[in-house]
């Protein structure tokens, strides 16, 4: 590949689509190839969302054919509609950065036991990488086809890594989540609507019924070797666009004091450019990270006082949309081509 790079992004018209269509507009080395839609196909992008984006969707189909135009794909499309796509592109030769479930889990058992389908590309599970990328950057270098974590897992795993790498995370994992409304994506739900989510605060799938919960298991129950920690989880829907607030409830060996667990996340992080550690008895708000490609992270102990015991809240935030989805979905593009991480997101 050359210093500059044509991407595709299958499913434009969606949220996640929409915000690749701006991350690439202003990225050095990378430029919009073509676009495309489904119920949209035949419509430019600027008649889908508001916007100078006088673009045309055109429908996968078409997109197949024309994969020879890109280097790259980028897909943004449902859980499960992925895995055929991927499938096509990966084989076409092209990149493939998929922002869906489909190649996020290894093993296809973990797609029937959480998503309830048979997947239907196994033989290219080994191949995908996850793209946490201030935790398996090494992997990603080089990679043809790499699966963006999902938006809470991004905030989780990137909160409580540091502890579980130290074998320092007790069980269970308490985490109480909340996202803005463009999580659920473009899709039209009641729930969803103004006058059901406006001034209101909602849990849905509480307890161990995400299928988040996947990724959190893969990740911080082996990063220091397998372990079998529950994680409970309660994710709310917030009246807010955008942004993700993980609240986490942990408990660490009682010789660990809070000194010892700062130095642990200043060293794991440190120079990480997407990183923002908050000073110590600040936790994170919303607004320290939507519109940003950064996940901010504070810890307290519960106890407040001199003896602050064993039990601490860690939190972290992200922009679903940015650090979430596709602003990560860039670093990870980045990183496989070589380009410096950073490019076209600060
Ligand atoms: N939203 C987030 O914060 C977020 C964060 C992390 C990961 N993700 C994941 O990223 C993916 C995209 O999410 P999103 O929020 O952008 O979704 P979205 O707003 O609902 O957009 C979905 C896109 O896929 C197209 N599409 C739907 N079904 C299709 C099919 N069968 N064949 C071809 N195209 C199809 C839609 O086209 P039309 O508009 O023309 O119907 C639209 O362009 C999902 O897997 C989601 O779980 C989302």
């Excluded at 991407?7 to 080395?29: F, M, N």
């Excluded at 996968?60 to 897909?75: K, N, P, T």
């Excluded at 410096?340 to 997101?345: H, P, Q, V």
Aim: glycine share 10%; charged share 20%.
């Amino acid at each position: 590949m050359s210093s500059r790079y044509r991407a595709g992004i299958v499913g434009a018209s969606g949220y996640t689509g929409l915000e690749l269509v701006k991350l690439i507009h202003r990225h050095p080395h990378l430029e919009l190839g073509w676009l495309t839609g489904e119920r949209t196909a035949g419509q430019t992008l600027s008649q889908v969302h508001p916007g100078p984006w006088d673009l045309p969707l055109i429908p996968l189909e078409e997109a197949y054919a024309r994969a020879g135009q890109v280097d790259a794909v980028f897909l943004c499309l449902p859980h499960g509609a992925s895995m055929a796509a991927v499938q096509r592109f990966h084989r076409a030769g092209l990149l493939v950065i998929d922002l869906s479930a489909d190649f996020r889990l290894p093993d296809p058992a973990l797609y029937t036991r959480w998503y309830g389908v048979q997947h239907t590309a196994p033989e290219l599970l080994a191949q995908a990488r996850y793209g946490l990328c201030e935790l398996f950057r090494e992997t990603l270098r080089g990679s043809r086809l790499i699966a963006v974590p999902g938006c809470y897992p991004t905030s989780v795993n990137l909160g409580l890594y540091p502890l579980a790498r130290a074998g320092w995370l007790g069980d269970p994992v308490i985490v109480d989540a909340k996202s803005g409304i463009s999580g659920a994506g473009r899709k039209v739900q009641l729930r969803y609507h103004f006058v059901e989510a406006n001034e209101n605060i909602a849990p849905y799938s509480p307890g161990r019924r995400h299928r988040h919960i996947a990724e959190m298991e893969l990740v911080l129950n082996r990063a220091n070797g397998p372990v079998e920690r529950r994680f409970l989880f309660t994710p709310h829907l917030l009246p807010v666009s955008r942004g993700i607030l993980s609240t986490m409830y942990v408990r660490v060996p009682p010789d660990v004091d809070e000194s010892a667990i700062w130095a642990l996340y200043r060293e794991r992080y440190a120079g990480e450019p997407f990183i923002h550690l908050l000073p110590p008895g600040q936790l994170p708000s919303l607004a320290h990270t939507v519109h940003t490609n950064r996940c901010a992270i504070g810890l307290i102990p519960v106890d407040p006082g001199p003896a602050p015991g064993t039990e601490y809240v860690v939190a972290a935030s992200i922009d679903n949309l940015l650090k979430g989805a596709s602003g990560q979905a860039i670093q990870c593009f980045n990183i496989a081509v070589g380009l410096d991480e950073t490019a076209g997101l600060l």
